[in-house]
Nanobody
């Protein structure tokens, strides 16, 4: 079915930066909204940032001013640029694609670890 490919996770020190990528099939990418979610052990999965097919964005209050979501339609890819990372940003990050018909498709997740 629809498979999403995530990359860009890793381990960084507080204050560092990472850029996550999520690539979707071309046939649905241009008509899809994309969200980045994260989940830590024992915690509920939460929306970090989202972007619509037209480029409108929204962010969780905890990441505003530090994270930037963007999309490159030519590459069928959405990015999450994460700057000024904090230990509390540590989580598995998932991208979710929602095309116009309303189904949700999830990536496999990528680990982001922020520690000294």
């Amino acid at each position: 079915q629809v498979q999403l490919v995530e990359s860009g996770g890793g381990s960084v020190q507080p204050g560092g930066s990472l850029r996550l990528s999520c690539t979707a099939p071309r046939i649905i990418f241009s008509i899809s909204s994309v969200g980045w979610y994260r989940q830590s052990p024992g915690k509920q999965r939460e929306l970090v940032a989202g972007i619509t097919s037209s480029g409108s964005t929204n962010y969780a209050d905890t990441v505003k001013g530090r994270f930037t979501i963007s999309r490159d339609n030519a590459k069928n890819t959405v990015y999450l640029q994460m700057n000024s990372l904090k230990p509390e940003d540590t989580a598995v990050y998932y991208c979710k694609i929602r095309p116009g018909w309303g189904d949700d498709y999830w990536g496999q997740g990528t680990q982001v670890s922020v520690s000294s």
